[in-house]
């Protein structure tokens, strides 16, 4: 685990104003709870959408670098009952500050939508003729579409109804699965509307029509009703099923929904001699959903099959080629690095390359699990290498930097909510992850890590995910070399670059790590700094301060632990002074650095950087004999390079 570098800095009056606000939210909905709902007026609503969404829509970029606040710590969890066996509710019988367990609410959307940045919201009607404001919160896309936009009938389970952090009622969807877009509505383009005059055939044309415009959603519903005819009218339309499994695993590619595309591809195989060539790009797709989800042996026997069926195919051979390089990487650990940070330089942040695991193993540790050596290390050597199972640049849409109030602690914190969003996504696309991510470590354990797959799609609780990101990603630093703008407050960017290593998250702190981590694109590689024996716990710098009080607080607020290692007992035992003119000897060594290029360095610098470290030496006793004196690092790095040359 490892800290994401805040980019947003607050004065302690916005800070007291962010958190008075949700304070004051969350006693009036405590004072409220169980109160019948009140039946407001349905064109006073109707109006005020309308002026809020012509409002939002000509402050877009205002928002866009708006500080996006919310409140968390009150979860609560997702429905896990199938919609049939849910009991319908209306408008009239909500309650406020109150989830409808086992109940569902059907609706549909009579006004605009106001998209915002961390959630949106409309006006809908029941079929009795009442209305409510509708939002949902931060989780509110799909495919690219916002939910609420592109449909207009929905099925919302077990309802919540409560205030808005504007104080209006409404209800409110955090968890993508306890809302679910109608069949009925023909304009939802994730759905489309079954007709008794379409055949087969018309619906292949429409999907292929709309993936030539890249709507995919609308493609793969278009494939999806074409199969679902084709399943009620048996056997004689066999090679329309073929096709359209075919066509639904390219767009299911598209839409990185890798668990289908890959079931849709076998699926399409017919194997038939004179079908050999639809059977070569049935393979084709199999092979790249199991590269896109690591699984690089299966890969490489579904394109060795591809080649097999087009001998003569050079990207067949290709394919082959490069999941050859993949599974050599897995299994040895040895990286072209030098090819990898030649597409960095290109802009290529998302490194094609496998993980090597084999040298680690998940034990027990200390109060939790953590990573541990299977065999002996030396200093310098690669402990392991691993994909971001999800990552985020500051400088991409999907970015998305918030602060948080945590009424659990009264703490407010920087949030990488993009990061949430995007592996809530994920998940959502691809079931079979759901497990690797649930069983990372979280405050909440929401329900735990079992998949539930309920209405054809999975359950994923995002608070639960909100803390699993908290307390287990990583800051990734610019997307490439040259590029200054992931996390970078002087390039005027409020978001931060963030990922989610799932190996690298069981690693646990301490002040005196032996590993140190190094990130290249999304590609961690972890390093020994010292011996590891064999069975010996890998540890690193959760904060790499080299004062204890900045260290101490950080390791508190954001993770919860006072550390009290042997570092941290010698550095408290100093006197406040002492750590003060340590400071600022480390503050004058880093300008040092930064003014002066280490290649051609005059002998006069190699002499005033000497005197620095000698200075910054002298503040640490005879206590840190054994001890990392971390404040002399950056001018000691910069001699040895100096003096190398």
Request: proline share 3%; glycine share 6%.
């Amino acid at each position: 685990m490892s800290p994401t570098q805040s980019t947003i800095f607050l004065t302690a009056e916005e800070t007291e104003r962010i958190r008075n606000t949700f304070r004051s939210r969350l006693q009036r909905c405590k004072d409220l709870a169980g109160q019948s709902r009140f039946s407001g007026d349905s064109k006073a609503s109707m109006r005020q959408v309308a002026a809020v969404s012509f409002i939002a829509d000509i402050t877009t970029a205002q928002r866009q670098d708006s500080i996006v606040a919310f409140a968390v710590g009150c979860p609560y969890p997702p429905c896990t009952l199938l919609l049939c066996d849910l009991q319908p509710i209306q408008l009239c019988d909500l309650r406020m500050d109150t989830h409808h367990r086992s109940r569902v609410l059907s609706v549909r959307r009579v006004a605009p939508v106001v998209k915002l940045v961390a959630f949106s919201w409309t006006v809908v009607q029941d079929s009795s003729g009442e209305t409510e404001r509708f939002e949902i919160s931060l989780h509110k896309l799909r495919y690219g579409y916002d939910i609420l936009e592109s449909g207009s009938v929905f099925e919302i389970k077990e309802p919540y109804f409560t205030l808005s952090d504007e104080g209006h009622s409404t209800l409110r969807v955090d968890h993508p699965s306890d809302i679910i877009q109608s069949s009925s509505a023909s304009e939802i383009p994730q759905e489309i509307e079954a007709s008794s005059t379409k055949t087969t055939q018309m619906y292949k044309d429409e999907g292929n029509a709309a993936l030539k415009n890249r709507d995919l959603p609308r493609a793969h519903a278009n494939y999806t009703q074409g199969l679902h005819l084709v399943t009620t009218n048996g056997s004689a339309q066999e090679d329309f099923a073929y096709d359209l499994f075919r066509n639904r695993a390219h767009v299911n590619l598209a839409l990185h929904r890798f668990d289908e595309a890959k079931t849709d591809a076998l699926a399409s195989l017919t194997g038939r001699e004179d079908k050999k060539a639809l059977d070569s790009k049935a393979y084709f797709r199999a092979g790249c959903a199991a590269h896109g989800m690591g699984e690089f042996h299966e890969a490489r026997r579904y394109l060795q099959e591809q080649q097999r069926l087009a001998p003569y195919d050079k990207l067949a051979a290709a394919s082959v080629k490069e999941m050859e390089s993949r599974l050599r990487e897995q299994a040895t650990g040895a990286y072209n690095f030098k090819k990898i940070k030649a597409g960095l330089l290109n802009g290529r942040p998302r490194v094609d390359a496998a993980k090597f695991t084999s040298n680690v193993a998940i034990g027990e540790s200390c109060g939790g699990r953590g990573l541990f050596a299977k065999r002996r290390m030396d200093p310098g050597e690669i402990i392991m290498v691993e994909k971001a199972f999800c990552a985020v640049w500051g400088n991409e849409a999907e970015a998305l930097t918030a602060m948080t109030y945590d009424v659990r602690d009264d703490r407010i914190r920087v949030s990488p909510a993009g990061l949430c969003r995007a592996i809530v996504e994920k998940l959502q696309n691809n079931p079979s992850l759901v497990e690797k991510v649930m069983d990372l470590y979280s405050d909440y354990p929401g329900l735990g890590k079992q998949l539930i797959i309920r209405d054809a799609g999975p359950v994923i609780d995002t608070f639960q995910i909100h803390d699993i990101v908290a307390r287990n990603a990583f800051a990734t630093g610019p997307a490439y070399s040259g590029d200054h703008r992931g996390g970078d407050a002087e390039n005027n960017n409020m978001h931060e670059s963030t990922g989610l290593w799932i190996t690298a998250s069981y690693l646990n702190h301490s002040c005196v790590p032996n590993a140190k981590r190094e990130i290249l694109g999304d590609l961690m590689v972890l390093r020994a700094t010292q011996p590891v024996n064999a069975s010996e716990e890998i540890t690193h710098s959760y904060d790499g301060s080299s004062d204890i009080e900045e260290r101490s607080a950080a390791l508190l607020k954001t993770w919860g632990f006072a550390c009290s290692c042997a570092l941290c007992i010698v550095e408290k035992a100093e006197t406040p002074a002492l750590r003060k003119k340590r400071q600022q000897l480390e503050n004058e060594a880093s300008a040092f650095v930064e003014r002066n290029d280490v290649i051609g360095a005059k002998r006069v610098s190699i002499v005033k950087a000497r005197r620095l470290a000698r200075a910054i030496d002298d503040t640490y006793n005879e206590g840190y004999k054994d001890l990392p004196r971390s404040a002399r690092q950056g001018i000691q790095d910069w001699l040895a390079e100096a003096t190398s040359r």
